[in-house]
């Protein structure tokens, strides 16, 4: 069975940091490119950044020079460095592989990420 279960989301004021985890079940998780989406009130659910298995990253321009992904393989757990936040960062934050896994029709249950004076 597919899990994916995020933590680590908070109330956080803007230049606050916070870090994300994703633990993953292991049969997805080793093999694949793991990456973190948000989906902002109103918006659809965009990638933000992802991580090769061999530990290649990218991130979407908005959260360059920011965000760090990082993967620990050998605990099937995934991480989402954040500094920096602004208001605009605020979202409910999922992993999954990427692309996601089954066509996006398997999500976990996501992490509040609230950028607010």
Sequence with gaps: QVQLVESGGALVQPGG???????????????NAMGWYRQ?????RDLVAF??????RNYVDS????????????KNTLYLQMNSL?????AVYYCNTMPP?????????????????
């Design 17 to 31: 940091s916070l870090r994300l985890s994703c633990a993953a079940s292991g049969s997805i998780f080793s093999i």
């Design 40 to 44: 902002a009130p109103g918006k659809q």
């Design 51 to 56: 991580i090769t298995s061999g530990g290649t």
């Design 63 to 74: 959260v360059k020079g920011r965000f760090t992904i990082s993967r620990d393989n050998a």
């Design 86 to 90: 602004k208001p605009e960062d605020t």
């Design 101 to 117: 896994f089954r066509s996006g029709s398997y999500w976990g249950q996501g992490t509040q990420v609230t950028v607010s004076s």
